[in-house]
């Protein structure tokens, strides 16, 4: 385990959130009743968890699925729900209010056939938000999360300018009522945490939440890396794709029938 | 050719008026800041799709402009060129000037001006943007060395023209950064292309020597000193010259876009009805931005005119200024292409062209920074021996008289 020496940042690298991690396991059931330990030196344990040997658990790499087909038109819910969880209002000023999660139509130019998705950060394996950040505010968490650092956000938008998104939003006038979990600030850039705060405690992003309390059940969460969650076993099962797949980016947020 | 003796501008009225008025801009600047920094960028015409506006667009004029400006010095020390020498001082002066008056603009215009301190301690290696803050900071100290050394008694030759090749190689690198800063965008239409980099030297090479010439100008005409005219027909000459090889790039640029079939609709937005962008493009930039000023620049008689060559060197900056407008914000305009072949609606204009009109302030701030870099360069002119007492065609050209016989 890489060491972090800020305990604020959220970047998963440090003992809490492997704590977390194991409860989470724990709570998922099953495997990790079994608990093999090796004692290599006085000291000096080795713990294996799980009944699983494969190592991807230990490296969870989170992730949504969206069924674009059970996504409804008039429904926004999980929209609402992102912005209740974390205290983004909803737009009023379209051009300037942020907007971390929003419902896309698509229609076919052809056809005029219509579709509904949900859009938010994707949440890349390799993303050009982090890479163009001078100063290392963005940045992804060993678990596939991406997220802005706001205490070394300059304000300078180049990741706005680089995602290809669009997911991310300027604060652009001073902003009251924050959520503790989800500091915001204006004069700096934000967007979809995947409701991160949530995530480190063994939860679900409140989008996903929502949607399943719809009953349409068009978005799914869990770990892409583990292949016995039901996310990995159903894009290994069904096709899906990713937005702009040519960027080689490996969003970690896909979708199926789109 | 005679010594070139260099002097202090004298603290004439003319001086302290350029003082005043540029101080006087300074200060609004500073107004704009602190309003815009008051109410976040909400005052601005800035928003969630165009998020560099009006301010970026003078930031990155004066930066390109800055490595431009140097190119006088260049061509006397690195090219050999004897009669731009006695100009060099004023080249570098201007040059380290221009690039605190990028900055200037675009440090005030951060969501966090007040955390500069961290642009300078927490560094993201990979960011390109990272890498330009320390080509700037590496080219201020270059030419400031530079100037340093031609301003100081018993300095041998090799050692100014090593750090001369020295600066002009970092002034290469800092606007190849400053292009890639776009041209390394890969998820929009308008950038993602190695062509920005050499395209934004072409372009510095225009903006500076327009910039220096201007410069030179209203210095000759307020402290008296002469400027030969000659002189300034050759400046002319190459200053057409540059603007033909930005020409060259851009159309390179278009026509390879126009070439593959996915960038037909943003090169439609551009070239036929992008609007603002159009008429900036083919009036602001293509027109009277580079087609007048090479007409006038190498027109027979025009061309060696005193008038023609300052009104060319001024639409050149304003082309210069027009040309950075379509890059930066018209290549925001467009929108981002998530589904290619679908018409895309959202609450957060998916699929539609972004709007921008800049605000009273951001033109301000913007015009601060010309100020700001204008007033630096009299001051040091005014406390420095940066500008020689003559640059008289006799003075700065030993051949001057027999190219007039012959």
């Known amino acids: ?258 | 050719m005679q010594r070139t003796v260099y002097r202090e501008l004298e603290g004439s009225v003319g001086v302290y008026g350029l003082l005043v008025l540029f101080g006087a801009f300074v200060l609004s600047g500073l107004g704009a800041f602190w309003y815009m920094e008051h109410f976040g960028h909400i005052v601005t015409g800035m928003n969630n799709q165009i998020v560099w506006g009006l301010p970026h667009v003078f930031a990155i004029f004066l930066i390109v402009a800055a490595s431009g400006a140097l190119n006088v010095a260049s061509i006397g020390s690195v090219f050999g060129k004897t009669a731009y020498k006695p100009m060099a001082r004023m080249s570098g002066l201007l040059a380290i000037a221009l690039l605190m008056g990028g900055l200037f603009v675009l440090v005030l215009d951060l969501g966090r001006p007040d955390r500069i301190i961290v642009a300078m301690t927490s560094y993201n290696f990979k960011s390109i943007f990272a890498w330009n803050i320390l080509l700037y900071t590496g080219f201020m100290g270059i030419v400031g060395a530079y100037l340093y050394l031609q301003m100081e008694r018993g300095v041998p030759p090799i050692l100014l023209k090593s750090v001369g090749i020295f600066a002009f190689g970092w002034r290469l690198l800092l606007t190849t950064g400053t292009g890639s800063i776009f041209g390394w965008l890969v998820a929009r239409e308008a950038y993602d292309a190695a062509v920005m980099a050499p395209m934004f030297i072409a372009m510095s090479l225009s903006f500076g020597l327009a910039i220096f010439i201007l410069v030179a100008m209203i210095v000759s005409k307020v402290t008296g000193r002469p400027f030969g005219g000659a002189l300034l027909a050759r400046l002319g000459k190459l200053l057409a010259l540059f603007a033909i090889v930005v020409l060259y790039f851009v159309l390179v640029q278009h026509l390879t876009s126009l070439y593959a079939t996915e960038h037909h609709s943003y090169e439609r937005f551009i070239l036929v009805d992008g609007g603002i962008y159009t008429f900036l493009f083919w009036v602001g930039h293509i027109l009277i931005g580079s087609l007048v000023p090479i007409g006038l620049l190498y027109h027979p008689t025009m061309g060696k005119k005193r008038p023609a060559i300052i009104l060319a060197a001024l639409l050149i900056v304003l082309g210069g200024l027009s040309q950075i407008y379509v890059i930066v914000v018209g290549g925001q305009a467009f929108p981002l292409m998530l589904f290619p072949g679908y018409e895309v609606q959202s609450t957060f204009y998916d699929g539609a062209f972004g709007q921008y009109v800049p605000s009273f302030p951001e033109l301000v701030l913007g015009l601060a920074g010309v100020a700001i870099a204008l007033a630096i360069t009299i001051f040091g002119m005014k406390i420095l021996k940066i500008v020689p007492l003559t640059l008289a065609d006799s003075a700065v050209d030993p051949h001057h008289e027999e190219n007039k016989a012959g």
């Open chain 1, 1 to 258: 385990m890489s060491a972090c020496d800020k305990s604020s940042c959220g970047c998963g690298d440090n003992e809490t959130i492997d704590l977390v991690a194991m409860s989470r396991r724990k709570f998922m059931g099953g495997a990790a009743a079994a608990v093999t330990t090796a004692t290599l030196a006085p000291g000096i344990t080795v713990m294996a968890f799980g009944g699983s040997t494969n190592a991807a658990e230990h490296k969870p790499r989170w992730g949504l699925l969206i069924d674009v087909n059970k996504c409804v038109k008039d429904c926004d819910a999980c929209i609402t729900a992102c912005s209740t969880e974390n205290g983004w209002k909803e737009p009023v000023d379209l051009l300037r209010d942020a907007q971390w999660i929003r419902k896309v139509t698509l229609k076919d130019k052809k056809s005029g056939f219509e579709q509904y998705l949900p859009v938010m950060c994707q949440h890349c394996a390799e993303p050009p938000c982090v890479d163009v950040c001078p100063t290392a505010a963005s940045f992804r968490r060993a678990d596939g999360i991406v997220l802005v650092d706001k205490h070394l956000c300059i304000g300078c938008r180049y990741c706005m300018m680089a995602c290809p998104y669009q997911a991310r939003s300027f604060i652009h006038e001073p902003l009251s009522d924050q959520k503790e979990y989800a500091p915001r600030g204006k004069g700096t850039v934000e967007s979809c945490t995947l409701c991160v705060h949530r995530v480190d405690v063994g939860g679900t992003p409140a989008c996903v939440e929502a949607c399943d309390a719809t009953g349409n059940g068009a978005m799914m969460f869990g770990n892409l890396n583990d292949p016995e969650s039901a996310i990995a076993k159903r894009i290994a099962e069904y096709p899906s794709s990713q937005i702009r797949a040519d960027l080689g980016l490996d969003p970690g947020v896909r979708y199926t029938n789109l």
